[in-house]
């Protein structure tokens, strides 16, 4: 019974955090206690980094060496680079993180934790680096030199993509998508990378536990599929008879629905704004139409909002994104949200080892091998 109550650990209080909160009245999504559209209006991604890695706003002295240290930090070693080189051009790029991130931890090892903060910014700077080194190497047989000029995060990113500097509109666009996803509380994927941290493991095992648990559809794999449901459907009628369809074969329509969030997702209205610009932009009379008519039956059928990753999937695809890179951007993000929750479950550490209500058989006599049906 008990089990049932809290399945999936709905509502279960787990515990403390400094660092955000999802949902509360009168402030849909914060970071230590800045509202998330704030931060979207105001904050370049560096800043909100910088804000839940190292615990407050940098000044402007503050944060400019915090953008030249990350991109100081943006070259890959020649080993990994070989690893990437290895893993297939048809692995998931998730797995390419995941394998990236894992191997960095073998060659620059953590240590002692000293070093937590360095190890955080680390990560920050080079895993656009990793990702893309190995997407060009496989698509555009080049190996890239990562280590670009660029002064933000989203400009490096798409910069190595596409082998030219971003428009500012694209560049913004990729960067308050990545203030977005940042941080989001006691989300699946952080709360693997705390449940690791709390055997007083090391960041790169958390980071790559983590990745795992954002890979999968129902979490951050939700704004792949969300474009792929998207591109199904020609016209904003096709998506309203085909969602109608897909409502009644009880179908999950990935993008939709939330397990904190009740009646809105407080980052859907920011992607939606970026969206119909980028639509607009590219003269699009087919995706965007689209993606209102799946909102509007969503909501007039099962009072069910998007989230973020509904319309996170357009503006990533009309900044020229390939759709399998869509959730390795969300971690390129989520890092600083993993690693601030890290360094927090470290400073007052306990293990996390919850119990079960068993629901197996009985106490059983022990059958011998020759007994057994
Ligand atoms: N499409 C269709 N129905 C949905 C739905 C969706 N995207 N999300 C929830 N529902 C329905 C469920 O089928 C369920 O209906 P029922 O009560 O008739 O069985 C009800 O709404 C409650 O959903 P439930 O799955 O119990 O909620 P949850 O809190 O366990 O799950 C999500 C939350 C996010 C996993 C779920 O909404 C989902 O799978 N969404 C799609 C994937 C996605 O977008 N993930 C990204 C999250 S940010």
Redesign the pocket.
């Known amino acids: 019974m008990a089990a049932k109550k809290t399945g ?1 650990l ?1 509502g279960v209080v787990a515990g403390e955090t400094h660092l955000c909160t999802v949902g509360k009245e009168g402030a849909g999504l914060t970071y230590r206690g800045y509202d998330i559209y704030d931060l979207a209006d105001n904050a370049c991604f560096e800043e909100v980094a910088y804000l839940l890695l190292h615990g407050k706003l940098p000044t402007q002295a503050e944060l400019d060496g915090y953008v030249n240290k990350i991109k100081g930090n943006r070259g890959l070693p020649a080993a990994l680079k070989q690893v990437l080189e290895l893993i297939p051009a048809d692995a998931h790029p998730m797995d390419v993180l995941r394998s990236g991130v894992s191997f960095l931890g073998n060659i620059e090892p953590e240590g002692d934790f000293s070093n937590q903060s360095d190890v955080a910014d680390r990560l920050l700077s080079c895993l656009p680096s990793m990702l893309l080194y190995w997407h060009r190497f496989h698509a555009d047989n080049v190996k890239i030199d990562t280590a670009t000029d660029d002064d933000s995060i989203a400009g490096h990113f798409l910069h190595l993509l596409h082998d030219k500097a971003p428009s500012e509109v694209h560049r913004k666009s990729l960067d308050t998508t990545l203030i977005l996803y940042a941080e989001h509380e006691f989300n699946a994927s952080t709360f693997a990378s705390r449940v690791i941290t709390g055997t007083l493991s090391d960041m790169h095992s958390a980071v790559s536990g983590a990745i795992g648990a954002l890979r999968g ?3 951050g794999g ?1 704004n792949e599929a969300a474009m792929e449901l998207i591109e199904k459907f020609d016209s904003a009628e096709a998506a309203t008879a085909g969602i109608h369809q897909m409502l009644a074969n009880k179908d ?8 904190v969030y009740t009646t809105s997702d407080p980052r859907n209205a920011v992607n939606k704004k970026m969206s119909k610009v980028l639509a607009d932009e590219a003269g699009d009379t087919v995706l965007y139409p689209v993606s209102e008519a799946i909102e509007k039956v969503m909501w007039d059928e ?1 009072k ?1 909002f998007a ?3 509904f319309y996170a999937a357009t503006v990533y695809h009309f900044i020229g994104v390939p759709t399998h890179l869509f959730t390795p951007i969300f971690v390129c993000s989520r890092i600083t949200g993993w690693a601030a929750h890290i360094m927090e479950q470290r400073a007052d550490n306990k293990l996390i080892r919850p119990a079960a209500e068993y629901v197996g058989p009985p106490l059983t006599s022990w059958v011998p091998i020759e007994k057994r049906q």
Do not use: S
């Open positions: 999936g709905a559809p129902l979490h939700a999950l329509i990935m993008g939709f629905g939330h397990r099962k069910l989230n973020a990753d």
